[in-house]
C-alpha cells in the first residue's frame, strides 16, 4: 500500500493548496484531530483488516466519531442531541459505524493516558449499551427538555447563546447594509463573480421552496471542520421578511463517500451526492435542522442547513481529562447510534430491526469489533507519528 502521506495527498488532490495547506496542519495538531480529518484512511483500512463484506445491512453516517455528535434546532425549533454529520453516508452494515466511534474512545483515551483496564471496560459496555439499544427495537431521541446529567448541564450552556448576538458577532454595518465579516481564518472573501454565482443559485433556492420568505443579502466561503477544510462551502446572510431577523446559511457541497467502491453493498441509486446525504440523514435523524434542503450551483451539488445560535458539538477539551465523565457520555451515545441504526432499518436496502437484533446477539461480535478498532487506533497513532516526522523531515 502505498505511503500515508502520499495517499492523504491523493485523497485532497483537488484542494487549493492554501486550504491544503491548512488542513494538513490542522491534523498534525494531534493523534485524535489526525483521525477526525482522515476518514477515507479509515475506510480503506477497516475493509481490507476486517475483510469486510456485511450480511446485514443498514444505513451509517460513515464517519461517527466522538466529536461527531452535537446539538442543533429541528424544524419544529425544539434542540435535539444527535448525530450530526452525514457527509460520509452509505448503505453498508453496522460494523464500520461502531468501530469507527470506538476508535475515537480508544485515541482520545491515549491522549488523556487512561489505564487500559478502565479503557477496555468502557469499550465493552459502550457495545452493551449499543446492543441492548437495538434488541430493545425502539428508537428514542434525546431532547433538551428530558435531558439529564452531563447532558442537562450541556443544553443548559447552550442557552446562553442568543441570536442576536449570534449574527452580530459575524455581520458589520456598511452604507446601511448588513454584510459578514471575514477573517481569514474561518471566513474568507469571496470574488464578485463568485459571490454572483452563490447569490443567483440561492435567490433561486428561496423563489422555489418553503423558504421563500427569505432574501439573499450576503455570501462568504466558509472553512470548518478537519475533514471538510478544503470542501466548497459558503455561509449566507438571509433577511426574513416574515420574521423580521436575519438568518445565516451553511452550504456545503456534497462529495462521495471514503465508503465508496469499498463497500460490497449494492447502493439506491441517487441523482447526486447531496441527495444521498440528504436521505441518509432524514432516515436517521429523530428530526432534520431547520432549513434543510438541497441546491446546485454551477455543476455542484450542496447541502442547505441553519446555522444556529445553538448548534454546537463536544470536543474532548469539555472534558478537562475526566475519562470517566467521557465514558458516560459515549454511553449515551451509543444508544443514538442505535436509536439511527433502527430508525432506518428496513429503508432504500437496509435490513430490518429483527435481522439487527439477530447480529448484536452473536457471540463474538462485540469482542471482535473491539480488536479491529485497536488495531485501527493503533494504525492511527502510526501514520500520525510518520506525518509527523514527515512534516519535521
Not at 260 to 282: C, D, Y
Not at 307 to 316: I, N, S, Y
Amino acid at each position: 500500500m502505498a505511503s500515508v502521506i502520499k495517499r492523504i495527498n491523493q485523497y485532497n488532490s483537488g484542494v487549493p493548496e492554501p486550504l491544503l495547506k491548512r488542513k494538513k496542519e490542522a491534523i498534525m495538531e494531534s493523534p485524535f484531530r489526525f483521525y477526525r480529518g482522515t476518514c477515507h484512511l479509515f475506510a480503506e483500512d477497516f475493509v481490507k483488516l476486517a475483510k469486510y463484506r456485511p450480511k446485514v445491512t443498514s444505513w451509517i453516517c460513515g464517519d461517527l466519531h466522538f466529536e461527531n455528535f452535537g446539538s442543533f434546532k429541528g424544524e419544529n425549533r425544539l434542540v435535539y442531541f444527535d448525530l450530526n454529520d452525514f457527509d460520509e453516508s452509505i448503505l453498508a452494515g453496522p460494523e464500520p459505524e461502531i468501530a469507527r466511534f470506538l476508535t475515537s474512545i480508544i485515541i482520545a483515551a491515549g491522549q488523556m493516558k487512561v489505564a487500559a483496564i478502565s479503557l477496555n471496560k468502557t469499550l465493552f459496555d459502550i457495545m452493551s449499551v449499543y446492543r441492548e439499544s437495538i434488541e430493545r427495537g425502539k428508537a428514542f431521541m434525546l431532547e433538551e427538555r428530558i435531558a439529564q446529567g452531563y447532558f442537562r448541564k450541556y443544553f443548559e450552556s447552550q442557552g446562553t447563546l442568543n441570536r442576536k448576538e449570534f449574527i452580530d458577532k459575524r455581520t458589520y454595518k456598511e452604507k446601511g447594509a448588513l454584510l459578514l465579516k471575514t477573517d481569514d481564518v474561518r471566513y474568507l472573501p469571496l470574488g464578485d463573480e463568485e459571490k454572483l454565482k452563490v447569490n443567483s443559485a440561492v435567490t433561486q433556492l428561496l423563489n422555489q421552496s418553503k423558504l421563500s420568505h427569505l432574501v439573499f443579502e450576503d455570501a462568504v466561503f466558509r472553512v470548518a471542520g478537519t475533514g471538510s477544510i478544503g470542501v466548497e462551502r459558503y455561509c449566507v446572510l438571509c433577511f426574513s421578511k416574515k420574521h423580521g431577523k436575519h438568518y445565516l446559511l451553511d452550504i456545503k457541497e456534497a462529495r462521495p463517500s471514503s465508503y465508496s467502491g469499498l463497500i460490497k453493498v449494492k447502493q439506491p441509486k441517487f441523482k447526486h451526492h447531496a441527495e444521498r446525504v440528504a436521505h441518509a440523514q432524514n432516515m436517521m435523524q429523530f428530526i432534520s435542522p431547520d432549513y434543510f434542503t438541497n441546491i446546485k450551483i454551477g455543476e455542484k451539488w450542496f447541502l442547505v442547513k441553519e446555522l444556529q445560535p445553538k448548534e454546537d458539538r463536544m470536543t474532548l477539551k469539555d472534558f478537562d481529562e475526566d475519562f470517566g465523565k467521557l465514558s458516560e457520555v459515549a454511553k449515551e451515545m451509543a444508544k443514538l447510534m442505535a436509536y439511527a441504526h433502527i430508525r432506518s432499518s428496513g429503508h432504500m436496502g437496509a435490513s430490518n430491526a429483527d435481522d439487527l437484533k439477530r447480529l448484536v446477539a452473536k457471540k463474538h461480535w462485540a469482542k471482535d469489533i473491539v480488536e479491529i478498532s485497536g488495531d485501527l487506533a493503533r494504525t492511527n497513532r502510526k501514520y500520525y507519528n510518520e506525518s509527523v516526522n514527515k512534516t519535521k523531515g
